[in-house]
Each structure stands twice: as C-alpha cells, then as structure tokens.
C-alpha cells in the first residue's frame, strides 16, 4: 500500500526566501504525482501535474521535481510572498490502480511580511 | 464554466439519519472521486467514478453509497450516519484519458457534523 508523507507539518518563513518542500511516497511504481495547495476552509487547487516519465515541472515561481528511485519529489517555491500561505498536499496515484490517488497529510506554510 | 459544485456547503446530522451530498461538474470529465478530509489525515478516497453506469470503492467505502446516471452528477449517499462520519467531504473531477490529462480539480467541500 502506497504511503506518502510531507515533512515538515509546518514551515514559517520570512517574505522572499526561496523555499522547499517535501514529500517521500514508499512505492516507486507511480503513475503520477500531483502537488496541490489548500487555503483554510477552501477545496484544493492543482499546482503542478509531474507525469511518471518526467523529472519537473515547472510554473511561474514554483518548480516540482520527481525521482522515482528514491521516492521523493520537491517544490520549490521561489522568492516567497505572504500569498504563498497556505497548506500544501503532495499526492500520488500507482501505476498498477490509477483510479486511487494517496495524500499526504500537507505542509503548513507561513510566508510572513 | 462553473467547475464542480458541492452542495450544501455545511451540514449537521443526527446520528442514523440519512442524507446525500451532492457534487456537480460541467467539464465534461469522465473521472469523478470523493475524499474525505480528517485532521492530520489528509484526504482518503471513498469511491469514485470512471464514468456514467460505472463506480467502485476506494480506500474508506463503508457506510457510503454512490451511483452516477449522469457524466455531469457523482451524488455521495449516507446511509446511517455516525459520529465517525464527521469530516469534510470533497469531490473532485478529471479527464481521466491519461497520466497527462490527470488535473484533478475540487470542489468547495462539505463540511458534515454527526452529533
């Protein structure tokens, strides 16, 4: 059973730093990672799509990265700003049932003015 | 286009009752899901949807019920609700024709107690 983890639970940063996130997944047999961002009582947006073939993504100031062989992918969000606060979820799907896509429990950004 | 729509927004059970939640999309995907959220959970798959006529259980599908007539209407059924069904519900959609065509987009969530 795939088990995806985001550590840390939280990040407090000041305004401009660039920053990563992380998220480890226990199966490398994935069919894609998704990164989504979540604001309190809100639904999830997608941020970033990263296929099983790709190594990155990249939009705007963000960039996700995917190495299957040791089950990790990072965001990197660059030059912070206080709108980047937010929860952000890592989750993945298997390749053999892409029908059931696994959360991680998502890091709790502050960006602080 | 309005995405996926959930409705009702917030909602508060007594404890066998039951209820449907329902979920709405008007892009024309072929996949639709719904998750539920737990505090330091994260999100896990209840059932979800391949396309009309078609549905299958996902990772918590106990005490849940689905059914989709409609490419447009993925409504989630309680059957007899219990305190351990307090959460917040999401339903989300996709193409589904493909790891490139995967985006899968949320709607607001429903926010259910069960006393």
């Known amino acids: 059973k795939q088990e995806v983890t985001q550590i840390p639970a939280a990040l407090s940063v000041p305004e401009g730093e660039n920053l990563v996130l992380n998220c480890s997944f226990t199966d490398s047999a994935i069919y894609n990672l998704q990164w989504f961002r979540q604001d309190p009582g809100k639904g999830l947006t997608s941020l970033l799509l990263?296929?099983?073939?790709?190594r990155e993504q990249t939009s705007g100031r963000l960039n996700a990265s995917l190495d299957k062989s040791s089950g990790r992918s990072t965001l990197y969000i660059a030059a912070s700003q206080p709108g980047d606060s937010a929860t952000y979820l890592c989750?993945?799907?298997?390749?053999?049932?892409?029908?059931?896509?696994?959360f991680g429990a998502g890091t709790r950004l502050t960006v602080k003015p | 286009n309005a995405g996926v729509t959930q409705t009702p927004k917030f909602q508060v059970l007594k404890t066998g009752q039951s209820m449907t939640l329902q979920c709405a999309q008007d892009?024309?995907?072929?996949?639709m899901s719904w998750y539920r959220q737990d505090p330091g959970m994260g999100l896990r798959l209840i059932h979800y949807?391949?396309?009309?006529?078609?549905?299958d259980q996902g990772e918590v599908p106990n005490g849940y019920n689905v059914s989709r007539s409609t490419t447009e209407d993925f409504p989630l059924r309680l059957l007899s609700a219990a305190p351990s069904q307090t959460s917040v519900y999401f339903c989300?959609?996709?193409?589904?024709?493909?790891?490139?065509?995967?985006?899968?987009?949320f709607g607001p969530g429903t926010r259910l107690t069960v006393l």
């Open positions: 949807s391949v396309g009309a006529g078609i549905t």
């Open positions: 892009m024309n995907h072929e996949y």
């Open positions: 989750a993945v799907k298997d390749s053999d049932n892409n029908n059931d896509m696994r």
């Open positions: 990263i296929q099983s073939s790709q």
């Open positions: 989300a959609s996709s193409y589904g024709r493909g790891p490139s065509t995967d985006t899968q987009y």
